[in-house]
T-cell receptor, first 109, second 112 residues
Framework: RKEVEQDPGPFNVPEGATVAFNCTYS??????FFWYRQDCRKEPKLLMS???SGNEDGRFTAQLNRASQYISLLIRDSKLSDSATYLC??????????FGTGTRLTIIP | DAGVTQSPTHLIKTRGQQVTLRCSPK?????VSWYQQALGQGPQFIFQYYEEEERQRGNFPDRFSGHQFPNYSSELNVNALLLGDSALYLCASSATGSETQYFGPGTRLLVL
């Protein structure tokens, strides 16, 4: 079983819709979690860190449930520019990042 | 303030050859990590360098080796290239005590 698992998609949603991504992890010794965004043929860029208390950054909300070993990302009022691959990432110690396979999102005009 | 830089941007090699990829970390960062990203997959951790030593390593064979220099820049070397080594190689840098890693643009390696 992979340490970090996420639905690869693709997710095709209309502009303005709300979309949610989920991710599960198997290593209970996990330290920190993140969502990274990767545009086609570009490097991953940090979107936001994920905390148990939940955190929000504009239209983006991330949530961590340690009991269920589950991470989520919610995007409200989606824009065309949100089209990208979203990578769920765990730091299981010493800043070694473990990535999921990524979820591909396409926003349709 | 320059971000993480990598060279070359693209590289074509043949099976059995050796390759060296280079990375300069973001200013103020002392830790460099290398990742391999195959097509359609998430990045996979290769190893991490701190204070010129390999601090930890992922599940990659000894054909993959690296080095960190006193100025914190780093090299990734791959010997005896295989077709399966074709991938995007990403370098990420971070500062001690920070959980945030910043990625370079990557080197796209094609092995024929």
């Amino acid at each position: 079983r992979k340490e970090v698992e996420q639905d690869p998609g693709p997710f095709n949603v209309p502009e303005g819709a709300t979309v949610a991504f989920n991710c599960t992890y198997s290593n209970s010794a996990s330290q920190s979690f993140f969502w990274y965004r990767q545009d086609c043929r570009k490097e991953p860029k940090l979107l936001m860190s994920v905390y148990s208390s939940g955190n929000e950054d504009g239209r983006f909300t991330a949530q961590l449930n340690r009991a269920s070993q589950y991470i989520s990302l919610l995007i409200r009022d989606s824009k065309l520019s949100d089209s990208a691959t979203y990578l769920c990432v765990g730091d299981f110690g010493n800043e070694k990042l473990t990535f999921g396979t990524g979820t591909r999102l396409t926003i349709i005009p | 303030d320059a971000g993480v830089t990598q060279s070359p941007t693209h590289l074509i090699k043949t099976r059995g050859q050796q390759v060296t990829l280079r990375c300069s970390p973001k200013s103020g960062h002392d830790t460099v990590s290398w990742y391999q990203q195959a097509l359609g997959q998430g990045p996979q951790f290769i190893f991490q360098y701190y204070e010129e030593e390999e601090r930890q390593r992922g599940n990659f064979p000894d054909r993959f080796s690296g080095h960190q220099f006193p100025n914190y820049s780093s090299e990734l070397n791959v010997n005896a290239l295989l077709l399966g080594d074709s991938a995007l190689y990403l370098c990420a840098s971070s500062a001690t005590g920070s959980e945030t890693q910043y990625f370079g643009p990557g080197t796209r390696l094609l092995v024929l």
